[in-house]
């Protein structure tokens, strides 16, 4: 059974951080490319960052470069997702995603809410 379970969410203030995690299980994390989406209320989904399977070549939404870094963690089938100077325009609930070919799992996200 293939499960992407996030973690790490809450409540920030303005300026502060968060690490999510998102622990894979029930595939072959290391041949998926695995990205980290949110959702803000009213608005559509959009691609935070990503990280490849083999390169682990990364690739950032303009809004976060400098401040959000992805990671992967093969021996533990985990990606993270650090983010620091956190805004209020970060409040979403992010989602995790893994992809090969066409191939795709999501996980039922986790809530990051950032205080002015």
């Known amino acids: 059974q293939v499960q992407l379970v996030e973690s790490g969410g809450g409540l920030v203030q303005s300026g502060g951080s968060l690490r999510l995690s998102c622990a894979a299980s029930?595939?072959?994390?290391?041949?998926?490319?695995m990205s980290w989406y949110r959702q803000a209320a009213g608005k559509e989904r959009e691609r935070v960052a990503a990280?490849?399977?083999?390169?682990?070549?990364?690739d950032y939404a303009d809004s976060v470069k400098g401040r959000f870094t992805i990671f992967r963690d093969n021996d533990l089938n985990t990606v993270y997702l650090q983010m620091n100077s956190l805004t209020p325009e970060a409040t979403a609930v992010y989602y995790c995603?893994?992809?090969?070919?066409?191939?795709?799992?999501w996980g039922q996200g986790t809530q990051v809410t950032v205080s002015s």
């Open positions: 995603n893994a992809k090969r070919l066409n191939t795709v799992y």
């Open positions: 029930g595939f072959t994390f290391s041949r998926f490319a």
């Open positions: 990280i490849g399977n083999v390169d682990e070549l990364k």
